[in-house]
């Protein structure tokens, strides 16, 4: 999520020019240099193993000795933060970011963003599109280096689902490109599209 949103608030200079964003983390920004930002928090609502039998095995480099893994699944939302120091700039972010998420994947402008989230090496997350969830908003007296500057803040919330495959061992994640999902043993014989036993149905059917 924030590789992704940097795409678009800190890569692109048209988005920089319009909005000033300076800093897009999961750590709060403290120096007056970072604000206006965006502070990322993910929360989960649920993690668990996918399937009815979830393992599988891999092979290694070595082509002689396997992984095991389990698929996995998850729920949570990204709280999403707006930080900055005039209201004007606080509700411009607060317009791209409900831009982004409910109209962004058919803009050039922000297909970066849904690019980079789609293409993650470790982690396969589905962001829901049909609604984001306003938290609220508040001015309040203060910032991390001067007690004396107003501070113009909101939030909202996105909903999202994902997968991972992880190593039974370790508990590392396998990269993604890495897991191949076949019907058979590896050196087994491959099933031809119809054995006079009815048509072949499993995952990977060679037809």
């Not at 933060?81 to 058919?106: C, H, K, N, T, Y």
């Not at 939030?155 to 490109?177: E, M």
Request: proline residues 7%; charged residues 25%; without cysteine.
């Amino acid at each position: 999520m924030v590789e992704g949103l940097r795409k678009v608030f800190l890569e692109d200079q048209k988005m920089i020019n319009r909005l000033g964003v300076r800093r897009v983390d999961i750590e709060y920004p403290e120096d007056a240099i970072d604000w206006p930002g965006l502070f990322v928090q993910f929360r989960p609502s649920s993690v668990s193993w996918t399937g009815i039998n979830p393992d599988g095995f891999t092979l290694n480099d070595s082509s002689t000795e396997y992984t095991k893994f389990r698929r996995g699944s998850f729920e949570g939302y990204f709280d999403l933060s707006i930080l900055a120091l005039s209201s004007q700039e606080r509700d411009r972010l607060w317009d791209s970011l409900v831009e982004l998420f409910l109209f962004g994947r058919d803009s050039p402008a922000t297909a970066p963003f849904f690019d980079t989230v789609n293409s993650h090496d470790l982690v396969a997350l589905t962001i829901l599109e049909t609604a984001v969830e306003p938290l609220g908003d508040q001015s309040s007296l203060g910032t991390p280096w001067d007690p004396n500057i107003l501070t113009y803040e909101a939030s909202l919330r996105v909903n999202v689902v994902g997968q991972f495959w992880a190593d039974v061992y370790n508990q590392k994640l396998l990269p993604l490109s890495a897991i191949t999902v076949r019907p058979y043993v590896e050196g087994q014989e491959v099933f031809p599209p119809n054995d006079d036993q009815g048509i072949w149905k499993g995952l990977g059917d060679p037809s």
